[in-house]
């Protein structure tokens, strides 16, 4: 049965349901992005677009998996379910063939520079970890050794190439989506500052077997990341203390982060980012920074982004290795998750980062995965349009 593309401007609630039945972790930065649409101030823009590429109707999903009788579970596994058996921090989803292939992604061009594209397959869930393309490659090398078990082997294959064939033609939706927006002539395709759309929280597993040479999409990563998750009840507790010295009257004050500090969260960190874009999502961002009160020195600033993954994590120089960071970090996280229904959190670290995860290390979280941001070139990937 050919895939299908089904288009929203608004999260339909549907889709959070199918990620979190045999997906929930995993699929997490697309859920959290959708709740962010759905649920906070300057969360959506009118150009923000929710697709969904499957056989199968995102509707008609949960009904078709339940009659399979695939394993899905019966019910939604929230976050707080999955707590309360040890399951929490499980990377791998459904792993039963029967369970149609499918694609999701959010979308909106307007937020460029930043992160234009959240893109979810059911392939990152079902095969833990393993990047595809080379798991590909393994049965290959098993056959030729005479070591494959045939059926087994080419149910995955066809599975996995399924999965690929969702993934290209929501992709090529993109595309279409693209060429809608950024209309050759006009104002914002002559203003648009990269030729490409910025793919963030991307798995290996997706992005490995995309830019494989038999499916050939041009794919560039920016560099790898490793996903680390924190447990909020794992969380430790962190005080500051007054140890500065010289200078009566000084002591900690916790803030938000205020319009006026965008420019200096900016200037403090290499990734790329506007003032007016920042400025129009500050209401649904979630923030906190330190001062001290006689002087209202920053001293650090953090937000959750709108993936609800800590972003921005700045201590200026002179204050490191006070655990200012981790203190900042634990408090947003605690404050701010349940507004998500949420009792994970992560972050996204570099692994030559060796400050920042230690710092994650600290709060007792766990690097369970890869992703990237990536730059995504639609008019290589389909040149015939």
């Not at 694609?103 to 061009?109: E, K, T, V």
């Not at 950024?182 to 997706?206: D, I, K, M, Q, S």
């Amino acid at each position: 049965m050919a895939a299908k593309i089904a288009i929203y401007t608004s999260p339909p609630e549907v889709l959070v349901e199918v990620l979190g039945y045999s997906h929930a972790l995993v699929s997490l930065p697309l859920v959290r992005r959708l709740r962010f649409a759905a649920g906070f101030p300057g969360g959506i823009s009118e150009h923000a677009r929710i697709l969904w590429c499957s056989p199968i109707r995102l509707e008609e999903y949960l009904s078709t998996c339940s009659a399979h009788g695939d394993g899905v579970e019966t019910k939604l596994r929230t976050e707080e379910d999955a707590k309360k058996d040890n399951r929490g921090l499980r990377v791998d989803g459904c792993r039963n063939g029967k369970v149609p292939p499918f694609a999701a992604a959010y979308l909106d061009f307007s937020r460029g520079p930043e992160t234009e594209l959240w893109i979810y397959s059911s392939m990152e869930g079902r095969l833990n970890g393993t990047p595809s393309a080379q798991n590909e490659t393994n049965i290959r090398g098993k056959g030729r050794q005479g070591m494959s078990h045939e059926g087994d082997d080419d149910r995955e294959l066809g599975r996995e190439r399924e999965e690929v064939a969702c993934a290209v033609a929501l992709l090529r939706e993109v595309k279409c989506q693209q060429d809608l927006y950024f209309v050759p002539g006009t104002t914002r395709a002559n203003e648009r500052e990269f030729p490409t759309v910025l793919v963030g929280n991307l798995n290996e597993v997706l992005r490995t077997r995309l830019v494989a040479p038999d499916v050939g999409i041009d794919l560039v990563s920016t560099g790898l990341y490793d996903k680390w998750i924190f447990e909020i009840d794992k969380l430790p507790d962190i005080g500051l203390t007054d140890d500065f010295g010289a200078g009566e009257g000084r002591r900690w004050v916790w803030d938000v982060v205020r319009r006026e500090d965008i420019a200096f969260t900016i200037s403090r960190t290499k990734i790329p980012r506007k003032e007016y874009m920042m400025g129009r999502q500050l209401l649904g961002l979630f923030s906190v920074r330190t001062t001290f009160s006689k002087w209202g020195w920053k001293i650090n600033a953090e937000y959750l982004g709108p993936d609800s993954s800590l972003s921005s994590l700045h201590c200026e120089e002179p204050y490191r290795g006070r655990g200012i960071a981790k203190a900042v970090a634990v408090k947003l996280l605690r404050d701010h998750l349940g507004d998500y229904g949420a009792y994970i959190g992560w972050a996204d670290v570099a692994p030559d980062n060796v400050q920042s995860q230690g710092v994650c290390r600290s709060l007792n979280g766990k690097p369970l995965w890869q992703i990237s941001w990536s730059r995504l070139n639609l008019n290589r990937s389909f040149p015939e349009g």
